[in-house]
């Protein structure tokens, strides 16, 4: 099978450089394949904290510009060229659907770790799986 656009799901924990060179490994594995990289911020509108002293707008503009960031600073030393930087604002599995459909993906890529039994109910990979518009290959870390 050929992929033509690629994406990688990165989540900025202690495995993203591992994520990372696992990615490159399978986008030099289809060199005709753009490679996009999604980061999600989780939205706090969604959830009811009760009374917050806090402007969510300026929090959230703030977030999304601390995110790109620090994508820029991860993926600094990739030896494959990056199409689509795309860094939003919502629910993962949403986001990721959504960017999936806009742009074409056919293979996503995501890391994936041993957790216990109660992250993994509540895993936002789990969920993906079930909806998944398009190929997925979790790269074990």
Do not use: W
């Not at 696992?22 to 009374?51: C, R």
């Not at 890391?111 to 909806?131: C, D, M, P, W, Y």
Request: glycine share 2%; aromatic share 8%; charged share 30%.
């Amino acid at each position: 099978m050929s992929y033509k656009n690629i994406m990688l799901a990165l989540d900025f924990d202690d495995n993203t450089e591992a994520v990372l060179k696992k990615a490159e490994e399978v986008a030099t594995a289809f060199p005709d394949a753009k490679l996009n990289i999604i980061h999600v911020n989780m939205d706090f509108e969604d959830y009811d904290f009760g009374i917050l002293d806090i402007n969510l707008d300026d929090y959230e503009k703030k977030e999304l510009h601390a995110s790109v960031d620090e994508m820029k600073k991860q993926i600094q030393n990739m030896q494959v060229a990056v199409d689509k930087y795309l860094v939003c604002c919502g629910v993962v599995e949403n986001e990721i659907r959504y960017s999936i459909k806009e742009h074409n993906v056919d293979l996503l890529l995501m890391g994936h770790h041993k957790t216990n039994a109660f992250t993994q109910i509540f895993s936002e990979a789990a969920a993906l799986v079930r909806n998944m518009p398009c190929d997925l290959l979790l790269l074990k870390i």
